[in-house]
């Protein structure tokens, strides 16, 4: 039975007129009566009745009317479904994280896509940020947050970099190095013994930067590739490091650990994907995602 026939038997009994039911399919009348025809004919019945007004259907069409209805209706939903998959965006996003879940707005950010891109399917890869920058880079994640000076993305191959917030890193010391550390600067803070990081993390790309552009080498004493053991070192008397600002704050209120404002360098978090994949609609989902959670 083709589908046709059907929507022509609703639009006659709709209409009860050959010609507005040829318009509103956009027929003509001689094509829609043929239609009609080859319809009753195939069913070998005579589903209408002439009367004054034009066609009415019968008691054979009334009897099947509902029927074919209800068959039109659920091919029109099918047809819906169909577009809604085509036009949903969905499949696995890649997404690179770093630090705490709080600090990135994750879950919000997840909670958007939740409600906004049911078809997504996230799957968080957690590393330091020079490692989700490379992994960007090399496509197997397909976005990721990102920390480190202002615009210091670059390098190929290009990316597309959302700033999402600045903050400020602070030199910490340990309790009771007041005069250890009273009125130096870089230079000369560079000799103390100093907890480091692995190339990977931001608090080493910041700080090698800095330290390379004078010419000196820090006298790293540890080295660490977590922010909780690195705290706990600086608590503990070992050395110096850099901090979050928020985090050296609390540090400083609970731990007495000591903040060294005139030694502090501005850093931005940010979220990035490979410059050609910027219009790639799960990364567009996912910088929108970011953006609301960031307001």
Partial sequence: MDL???R???AVAREGNLTRAAEHLHLTQPALSLQLKNFQDSLDLTLFARSAQGLAPNADGRALLPAALRVLDAMEDFQRAISALRDTVQGELRMGTILDPEFLRLGATLQY?????PKIRPTLRHGMSGSVGRQVRAGELDVGFFLGPAGGTGGPPLL???PLATFTYYVV????WGAQVAGRGWQ????????????DSVH???LAARFDALGVTPNAVAQVDQEASMLDLVRSGVGLSLVRD???LRESQANGLLLLPGLAIQAELSFITQATRRADPLVAAAFTAVRAAFG
């Avoid at 000369?188 to 190339?199: E, G, K, N, Q, Y």
Wanted: hydrophobic share 50%; aromatic share 12%.
């Fill in 204 to 206: 080493h790309r910041l």
């Fill in 8 to 10: 022509t038997f609703a």
């Fill in 160 to 162: 597309d970099v959302l």
């Fill in 188 to 199: 000369d803070i560079a000799a103390l013994p100093w907890i480091w990081t692995p190339p």
């Fill in 246 to 248: 928020s985090i050296a």
């Fill in 173 to 176: 010391a340990p309790k009771g």
């Fill in 113 to 117: 896509l939740m409600e906004h891109y």
């Fill in 4 to 6: 046709k026939h059907l």
